[in-house]
């Protein structure tokens, strides 16, 4: 059973890694950041309890550490009490979801291991807006979406906010990064077998569920809200796809179009 601890003092050293997090948790290329990842609220902590990353302990009010009692019963790590007071002290900002929980971050898998035995991946480029990023690997989880790939300038998807924008479920989608040269490491996702297929709003593009996708190994190119994909990233692809939209709109937003997409290509 976890070791419950009494914490009336917000200063006290052995809640130093959820101390001041409106500064202090950044992504570890960043200065002052420490990598570690963060989960707010009793849903997610189980996902983070049930996840490969290494548990170093728990803070909470007493009501949410009881609820996670069955939880808590075989792990060997500390769960911190304290009021609501000294917590949103020590935290910077009053939590109402009543718990947090810190990891240590697992190794990133290479990205062929993560394809290996997938049907179907997201790979994105240019994706950094912590809650787009959340959200997508929200429905990633839902829709079936076997893995994730990074390619360049995407946000760290374990940045406390798309940790709980996702649910969790960011620490259940197996991610990592496409190594090599961009957008030639997309020949990595052929050489497994994959179709390339790259989302895009362009009026010359193959509406989604003409082509042909359903039932292959497919990895979805997806970019930034706004800008989309780079001209280098459509050029690299097989095929470009498309939403079809009513009149007047002219896109969706990327978690939105992700969506879309991954029902269209991860039937069951």
Do not use: K, Q
């Not at 728990?58 to 009881?66: D, E, K, Q, S, T």
């Not at 990891?103 to 993560?114: G, H, K, T």
């Not at 079809?244 to 039937?267: R, W």
């Amino acid at each position: 059973m976890a070791t419950i601890t009494r914490v009336d003092d917000p200063t006290d050293p052995r809640i130093d890694d959820y101390r001041d997090l409106t500064h202090s948790d950044r992504r570890p290329d960043r200065p002052g950041g420490r990598g570690l990842v963060i989960a707010e609220g009793v849903v997610v902590v189980r996902r983070l309890l049930d996840s490969p990353y290494p548990l170093r302990s728990l803070l909470g009010v007493p009501r949410r550490i009881a609820e996670l009692a069955d939880d808590l019963s075989g792990l060997d790590v500390p769960a911190y009490e304290a009021d609501a007071d000294t917590m949103a002290t020590a935290v910077g900002f009053h939590l109402n979801r009543g718990v947090l929980a810190v990891a240590d971050r697992a190794p990133e898998p290479d990205p062929v291991a993560l394809v290996r035995d997938a049907r179907v991946v997201a790979v994105l480029e240019g994706v950094n807006d912590h809650e787009n990023l959340g959200a997508l690997f929200r429905n990633a989880a839902a829709l079936g979406v076997d893995a994730v790939l990074l390619g360049p300038h995407c946000s760290d998807p374990l940045y406390r906010r798309s940790v709980r924008v996702s649910m969790g479920h960011v620490l259940r989608v197996p991610f990592g990064p496409l190594t090599g040269d961009w957008p030639a490491s997309l020949d990595i996702l052929r050489a497994n077998g994959f179709r390339v297929a790259a989302l895009t709003p362009a009026p010359d593009a193959v509406p989604i569920g003409a082509a042909g996708l359903v039932g292959e190994r497919v990895a979805l190119l997806l970019g930034a809200e706004g800008p989309g994909l780079t001209d280098d990233a459509l050029a690299a692809a097989d095929v470009r796809v498309s939403i079809p939209m009513a009149s007047g709109v002219d896109s969706l937003n990327v978690a939105t179009a992700a969506a879309i997409a991954f029902h269209a290509v991860a039937a069951p």
